[in-house]
């Protein structure tokens, strides 16, 4: 007798023979249902940013839990995690001088562990990092952000280095987890906790997206007005665009494996 397709198996089917346009688009519309789901759900959307934060928290005691544990970094991006201590470092370092906040705190304490996950990579665990495998050259990231800061940055009284230094932590942050995209890409499976770590990255970006999209829905976009003039505003919404769309793709086939009942992760070719 034939068993019947789960309905998830035949939707993720369907997606997966259209064309990568089709695809996009379908993102398109997911991404605004999902938004017009937490407007109305979530009240005071700072929450949002609230939840970003306690999602990326997650990800990162996941990560944690791997590297003392299971004492292996086999499918961790060492690039990926030193860019972000980059963006970090630079951005902890703006919130000094610029305005000293709850964020300053929590910045500080996810950039230890950060370096501590770098340490952990580069001395303890060093035997199983895949140093092949993580081949993506940073300087594509880290060059445009530079010169894109130095054109693009925020229009407010501090000191031009600091502004600018601001600007390229935002445009960092939203591509520092590329080096990880293509690592996984490049060994084609990804085992539980990386994945779980990575779709932890992803819905964190994604709840962080939607409090600056909502947020300007709210103040009927005088929250780009205080921002600051010029490009700059609109870059800060695009990043976190960009951020989101980045990880899109994985989390589409991190959840297919789940409603699956797969443990681990299979990237086809050309997810990243």
């Not at 950060?114 to 199983?128: A, D, E, G």
């Not at 991190?254 to 050309?270: E, H, M």
Request: some cysteine; proline content about 4%; hydrophobic content about 50%.
């Amino acid at each position: 007798m034939r068993v019947p397709k789960r309905p998830m198996s035949v939707v993720a089917g369907w997606v997966r023979r259209q064309p990568p346009k089709v695809k996009a688009f379908l993102c398109v519309v997911a991404g605004m249902a999902a938004l017009a789901f937490l407007r109305f759900v979530v009240h005071d959307h700072d929450n949002l940013f609230v939840a970003a934060e306690a999602v990326h928290a997650i990800g990162i005691s996941v990560l944690i839990y791997k590297l003392t544990k299971e004492k292996t970094c086999a499918g961790l991006s060492l690039k990926s995690q030193e860019l972000t201590a980059l963006f970090l470092a630079v951005r902890l370092y703006c919130s000094f001088v610029m305005e000293y906040d709850i964020h300053t705190l929590l910045d500080s304490a996810t950039l230890v562990t950060t370096l501590w996950v770098i340490y952990m990579i580069r001395f303890k665990l060093k035997s199983s990092y895949m140093v092949d495998k993580d081949n993506f050259a940073s300087y594509y990231v880290v060059l445009p952000c530079v010169v894109l800061a130095l054109a693009v940055h925020p229009s407010t009284s501090h000191n031009i280095v600091n502004r600018m230094s601001w600007a390229f932590c935002v445009y960092l942050e939203a591509v520092s987890v590329l080096p990880q995209l293509r690592l996984m890409q490049n060994t084609k499976i990804v085992e539980p906790f990386t994945a779980h770590y990575v779709f932890a990255l992803g819905i964190a970006r994604f709840l962080s997206c939607a409090h600056w999209v909502l947020q300007v829905l709210d103040t009927r976009g005088r929250l780009l007005t205080a921002l600051g003039y010029g490009l700059w505003p609109s870059m800060v919404l695009l990043s976190e665009i960009v951020q989101t769309f980045i990880l899109a793709d994985f989390c589409y086939y991190y959840v297919k494996s789940i409603f699956g009942g797969q443990l681990v992760l299979r990237l086809p070719a050309g997810v990243v």
